[in-house]
């Protein structure tokens, strides 16, 4: 950069933060300050937020996530070795209701624990 | 015995800090004592990030919505100014991010080619207009050290602590967008070197 390219630099440069800096001033509108306090009066008046009640959420969580966890061991214990034989060995899939006896009792439980659970939840809603 | 009597000390000496204890000890109205002193800088703190005056109150009033509901949080570690300024930042930035200001694009912002026809056709004043609204179409990571730094005499330091940015950071993005500036109105130096008025009056030095 030659001398004349330096000073025209720093001449633009000094421009640019004077103009910048020199930026002039807005006023606020009249009723501004009253806005701002009508608001800050609502915020003030407003009932404190009701905080989440995690102390009746949380038992019904460890039910809820309990259940899904044992429906998807349940899932793989029964699933997985049919999956597997019918990818080996691909043959039209036979209903046999039999077989069905032990999962159809498990996802009977598990829906009357889900109504068990709603009816509970429902309940303590009323009461809340 | 010390410590309490510099406390009680400091609270005579701060308006700001007698204020914020009133309002923490339940006395709402002193709120007003805050918005006073403070409104006039944050309407144009946030001016300058959207250059349009309706909207400037509108975030400036929400600002003060804000820091009421996180007064209890200013933990005093810096001063009451730089808390309220940091978190006004926050809230013109994240208005503008789901509503941006409107502004021309950087390349489109008005610059006659020449000395001569941009003291023909632009006044001072308009060639001032276009280059504050140029600062409007810059990249926002440029945009934000200068309306910050150019605003309320802050230095680079107090900058950096609201955009919790380190110093040396905000040099260079302060660097690189007057640089994009200059290179936007190659002939600014010239002409307003020629034409001082009091428009121009008020100097902030710097060279960072």
Known sequence: MNRLEAHNTEEANVAIDRLLASEPELAPSSGFLAAVMESIRDEAAAPPQIAFPWKRVLPGAVVIAGLVAWSGYEASHWLAPALREWIMNPAPIQLNLAHLTGPVSGIAFAAGVALLSWLISARLIRRA | ?208
């Open chain 2, 1 to 208: 015995m010390n410590a309490p009597t510099t406390q009680i000390e400091q609270l005579a000496a701060d308006p700001d800090l007698q204020a914020v204890a009133r309002v923490l000890a339940g006395e709402v109205e002193a709120f007003e004592l805050i918005v006073r002193r403070w409104q006039t800088p944050l309407i144009n703190m946030a001016w300058r990030y959207c250059r349009d005056r309706h909207r400037a109150e509108e975030l400036a009033q929400e600002a003060f919505v804000r820091a009421w509901r996180g007064l209890a949080s200013w933990r005093q570690e810096s001063a009451f100014s730089t808390w309220l300024f940091a978190l006004a930042a926050n809230v013109f930035r994240s208005d503008l991010k789901r509503f941006p200001a409107v502004s021309v694009p950087f390349e489109e912002a008005a610059e006659p080619s020449t000395a001569a026809r941009q003291h023909d056709i632009l006044s001072e004043a308009q060639l001032c207009e276009s280059v504050r609204s140029a600062v409007l179409a810059l990249p926002q990571r440029y945009r934000e050290p200068v309306v910050l730094f150019y605003f309320q005499e802050m230095d680079v330091d107090q900058t950096a602590r609201i955009m919790k940015l380190p110093p040396g950071t905000v040099k260079a993005r302060l660097s690189r967008a007057r640089d994009l500036l200059r290179q936007r109105f190659p002939q600014l130096g010239r002409t307003l070197a020629a034409h001082p008025s009091g428009l121009l009056a008020t100097q902030k030095e710097l060279q960072p």
